[in-house]
T-cell receptor, first 113, second 111 residues
Framework: GQNIDQPTEMTATEGAIVQINCTYQTSGFNGLFWYQQHAGEAPTFLSY????GLEEKGRFSSFLSRSKGYSYLLLKELQMKDSASYLCAVIVITTSGTYKYIFGTGTRLKVLA | AAGVIQSPRHLIKEKRETATLKCYPI?????VYWYQQGPGQDPQFLIS???????DKGSIPDRFSAQQFSDYHSELNMSSLELGDSALYFCASGGDTDTQYFGPGTRLTVL
């Protein structure tokens, strides 16, 4: 089956660095996305990894290891507004040749002053 | 830049009623995805369309149906509503890349 695991909750202090891990067991892997979602709002795109390695975008970086089925999202210089859920999503190619997104349960990050 | 538009933003219905949610993708995007997200849960994929044809089907109940029209907007029709259908319904659109861009969502409350 297809499975994605993330920690349920994390807490960090303003100005600190936090790493949110995501492990996945999927077939037909074709890339991994990170989304940020504030309560009651739509998920917003943060990053996309399809090759192994680190992708950096401002305060946010995302890492992928396909052989280990592992990714992490690194948030630096945390701000209060970073308090949100962070969703790891894997895109897979189905047996019928279509693409499907599979979302993890999300990690609720609380940033404390 | 234009984003995904969903209407209505809020909807209140009684049990056993029907509801229609609309999604207008980003211009020139040809793919639409529908998700249901209950409180504290991750988005659950319902159904997707590519070039007006159904491309994939997830955990969409038989009471729900959807289609994509010639102008690429999509509608999710929900009948015989149940209390458990109360959720946020997101539409996402996609174009040449695999990235999905989410609309603001429709909050459906079934009383």
């Amino acid at each position: 089956g297809q499975n994605i695991d993330q920690p349920t909750e994390m807490t960090a202090t303003e100005g600190a660095i936090v790493q949110i891990n995501c492990t996945y067991q999927t077939s037909g892997f074709n890339g991994l996305f990170w989304y940020q979602q504030h309560a009651g709002e739509a998920p917003t795109f943060l990053s996309y990894n399809v090759l192994d390695g680190l992708e950096e975008k401002g305060r946010f970086s995302s890492f992928l290891s396909r052989s280990k089925g592992y990714s992490y999202l690194l948030l630096k210089e945390l701000q209060m507004k970073d308090s949100a859920s962070y969703l790891c999503a894997v895109i897979v190619i189905t047996t019928s040749g279509t693409y499907k997104y599979i979302f993890g349960t999300g990690t609720r990050l609380k940033v404390l002053a | 830049a234009a984003g995904v538009i969903q209407s209505p933003r809020h909807l209140i219905k009684e049990k056993r009623e029907t509801a229609t949610l609309k999604c207008y993708p980003i211009p020139r995007h040809d793919t639409v995805y529908w998700y249901q997200q209950g409180p504290g849960q991750d988005p659950q994929f319902l159904i997707s369309f590519y070039e007006k044809m159904q491309s994939d089907k997830g955990s969409i109940p038989d009471r729900f149906s959807a289609q994509q029209f010639s102008d690429y907007h999509s509608e999710l029709n929900m009948s015989s509503l149940e209390l458990g259908d109360s959720a946020l319904y997101f539409c996402a659109s996609g174009g040449d890349t695999d990235t999905q861009y989410f609309g603001p969502g429709t909050r459906l409350t079934v009383l």
